[in-house]
């Protein structure tokens, strides 16, 4: 009989949580006790997919059957635990590749069952806001995030651990999508944002590329102009046989999608009054972010809480802090669990009704 829920503790001190994460290219696991981590792996097919510029569904979900078990047992056996020893399990069924996801719910079902321990389903972008959690063992909302991943570019407001505000996101591409658009143009390899990273560190920022909704467009972003005005730039340049340096179009285009990104993000902590300013996704792994972002919250006196670059990028740890939100909230999934691939902003942060406030002592 599966009943993992009888006589579970919501307030028990540290609760032990797997986190399982196989949402796009990266099979994931992870655990934590309490916000503290204790292991965490990843099997990635990246390089597989650098090969056809970018990730082909069925490679993905191929890699994960193949890894998941593996990846798994190396997180428990690393983080120096047994199973009996695992409060709950909690896995990202949506947002990503249907395929890629229902590999890990699959998962993380059988094991849940196979061991009677509860199941928490995570939403792949709330783990991104939960990596903060890892990070500042301390940090409780209200803070504001910015979130800059591959489908995703927001600033929002985390009221309370399950009340959040959208106060802007992107009107098309999202940052983490530019970088890998423009990486293209420029011959460079997938994944694009750190090789965008990487050939700008050799250039200066001198090509002069659009204002970005900078100064406007309240807390709301474009990227799709910037994307253009790079593809005319080299296009340009193509035509009329002229050279030009990669290095400085990938430092222009950095300096243009990251600017805004730090403006706004500082600019909706002050008028929201907040002392954290948080940030995730993968382009919160870029160094002149990063760097840019500590600059800005330093002199306007807000306090960064900037998680390490592996916890920008997907990975479980995020997807057991997050699952530990859920826990202590009473939000539990069961054996009817499915994968998602598209969930929209606004639905990813609604506030799911806490079954602890109907049923005390679940
Ligand atoms: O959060 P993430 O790993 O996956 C999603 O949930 O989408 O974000 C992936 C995105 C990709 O577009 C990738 O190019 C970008 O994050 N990214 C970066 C860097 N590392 C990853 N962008 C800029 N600089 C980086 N160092
Ligand atoms: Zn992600």
Redesign the pocket.
Same mark, same amino acid.
Request: glycine letters at 22%.
């Given at each position: 009989m599966y009943e993992p829920l009888k006589g579970i503790d919501l307030n028990k001190a540290e609760p032990i949580i797997l986190g399982i994460e196989t =949402?796009?290219d +990266?099979t994931a696991a992870a655990v934590i006790r309490g916000r503290k981590i204790l292991s965490d792996e990843i099997a990635s097919s990246a390089d597989i997919q650098a090969l056809y510029g970018g990730v082909v569904p069925e490679i993905a979900s191929r890699a994960h059957t193949d890894a998941v078990a593996e990846v798994v047992q190396r997180a428990i056996k690393n983080a120096g635990i047994t199973h009996a020893d695992i409060d709950a399990v909690a896995v990202t069924y949506g947002a990503?590749l249907l395929g890629a996801l229902l590999v890990g719910v699959s998962f993380a079902k059988a094991f849940a069952y196979a061991l009677n321990k509860p199941l928490i389903a995570v939403n @792949?972008?709330r783990g @991104?806001l939960a990596a903060a959690y890892l990070d500042c063992q301390t940090l409780q909302p209200p803070f504001v995030t910015l979130l %800059? =991943?591959?489908?995703?570019t927001a600033v929002l407001y985390t009221k309370t651990q399950s009340e959040f505000e959208i106060l802007g996101a992107t009107l098309d591409d %999202? %940052?983490? +999508?530019a970088?890998?658009k423009v !990486?293209r143009v420029l011959g460079l390899k997938y &994944?694009?944002? &750190?090789n965008? +990273?990487r050939c700008a560190k050799e250039g200066t920022a001198c090509v002069e590329m659009p204002k970005m909704l900078k100064g406007g467009g309240g807390y709301n972003f474009s990227y799709s102009g910037l994307k253009t005005a790079v593809i005319n730039y080299c296009h340009t340049k193509e035509q009329k046989g002229e050279e030009y340096s990669k290095a400085d179009v990938a430092a222009s285009f950095?300096h243009a999608?990251v600017d805004v990104l730090v403006e706004k993000t500082v600019a909706a902590a002050l008028e929201k009054g907040v002392t954290f300013v948080t940030a995730?996704?993968?382009?919160? !792994?870029?160094?002149?972010?990063r760097e840019s972002l500590k600059a800005a919250c330093d002199k306007n006196g807000l306090q960064l809480v900037l998680p390490e670059?592996r916890y920008?990028?997907?990975n479980a740890a995020m997807i057991a802090s997050e699952g530990l939100v859920q826990y202590r909230l009473g939000n539990f999934a069961d054996m009817t669990l499915n994968a998602k691939a598209s969930i929209p902003l606004a639905a990813t942060l609604e506030t799911v009704q806490s079954r602890r406030a109907n049923s005390e002592g679940v």
């Open positions: =949402s796009c +990266e990503g @792949h972008i @991104h %800059a =991943s591959g489908g995703h %999202a %940052a983490g +999508e970088f890998d !990486a &994944p694009g944002g &750190p965008i +990273e950095q999608a995730g996704g993968g382009v919160a !792994a870029n160094t002149y972010l670059k920008c990028t997907d």
